[in-house]
C-alpha cells in the first residue's frame, strides 16, 4: 500500500505561484509513475501532468510552459511547481501513483485526499 498526502495548496492572486508536495509513505516510489490531476465542481477528474519512473514528463496542454511536474526519490515525494496561475486553475488537486504514466485517471492505483487551489482574479 502506498499512501499519499498532498501540501502546498492555497489562495494566490492570478500570476502567481505555488507549488505543491505529494508526500509518499508505504513504499517507495522510485518505481511507480506519478500524475497530477484535478478537479472543477461537478466535474471527473482532469489530467495535469504526470512523470515516469525514468523521469519523462507529459503535460496537459493547458498548463504546458507554467506547470512542472518534478521527483524527488529520495525523499519519496512528487512536486508539482505552478507558475502564472490563472483563475481557471482554481481547483482541487490531487496526485496518484501507479505503474504508468497515463492521462486517464482510473490508470492509477492510489491517490491523495486533495488539496485546494484558489487563484483570484
Known amino acids: 500500500q502506498v499512501q499519499l498526502v498532498e501540501s502546498g495548496g492555497g489562495l494566490v492572486t492570478a500570476g502567481g505561484s505555488l507549488r505543491l508536495s505529494c508526500a509518499a509513505s508505504?513504499?517507495?516510489?522510485?518505481?511507480?509513475?506519478m500524475g497530477w490531476f484535478r478537479q472543477f465542481p461537478g466535474k471527473e477528474r482532469e489530467f495535469v501532468a504526470a512523470?515516469?519512473?525514468?523521469?519523462?514528463?507529459y503535460y496537459a496542454d493547458s498548463v504546458k510552459g507554467r506547470f512542472t511536474i518534478s521527483r524527488d526519490n529520495a525523499k519519496n515525494t512528487v512536486y508539482l511547481q505552478m507558475n502564472s496561475l490563472k483563475p481557471e486553475d482554481t481547483a482541487v488537486y490531487y496526485c496518484?501513483?501507479?505503474?504508468?504514466?497515463?492521462?486517464?485517471?482510473?490508470?492509477?492505483?492510489?491517490w491523495g485526499q486533495g488539496t485546494q487551489v484558489t487563484v483570484s482574479s
Open positions: 496518484a501513483a501507479g505503474v504508468w504514466a497515463s492521462r486517464n485517471a482510473p490508470s492509477y492505483e492510489y
Open positions: 508505504g513504499r517507495t516510489l522510485s518505481f511507480y509513475a
Open positions: 512523470i515516469n519512473w525514468t523521469g519523462s514528463t
